[in-house]
């Protein structure tokens, strides 16, 4: 079993910035595409960032003001957020696919998300 675990959230002025972490552990052979989700309140779960290998890809909602990088060797993922704004405010998700032994196949994995709220 795959487990992954964010921190790093919380209240924020505008204007502000955080950075979340998540990481993996488990039985873990290799770690694909990696990235961040994020779900407004009556709102349906959005893409944020993806990394694979070193190419990320960006909503346009937050191109030039998250980052979004890697640590293989740590199984850690990072979003570094500046700029932040009112409409940032959700729950944030860690996603990776991850083949769990040589001869398995891709499995997608989610961590039980973080708040990060933007407000003054």
């Known amino acids: 079993q795959v487990q992954l675990v964010e921190s790093g959230g919380g209240l924020v002025q505008p204007g502000g910035s955080l950075k979340l972490s998540c990481v993996l552990s488990?039985?873990?052979?290799?770690?694909?595409?990696v990235g961040w989700y994020r779900q407004a309140i009556g709102q349906q779960r959005d893409l944020v960032a993806l990394?694979?290998?070193?190419?990320?890809d960006y909503s346009d909602s937050v191109k030039g003001r998250f980052t979004i990088s890697r640590d293989n060797a740590k199984k850690l993922v990072y979003l570094q957020m500046t700029n932040l704004k009112p409409e940032d405010t959700a729950m944030y998700y860690c996603y990776a696919d991850v083949r769990s032994g040589l001869r398995s196949s891709w499995r997608n994995y989610w961590g039980q998300g973080i708040q990060v709220t933007v407000s003054s």
């Open positions: 990394i694979s290998d070193n190419s990320p």
């Open positions: 488990g039985s873990i052979v290799e770690i694909g595409r």
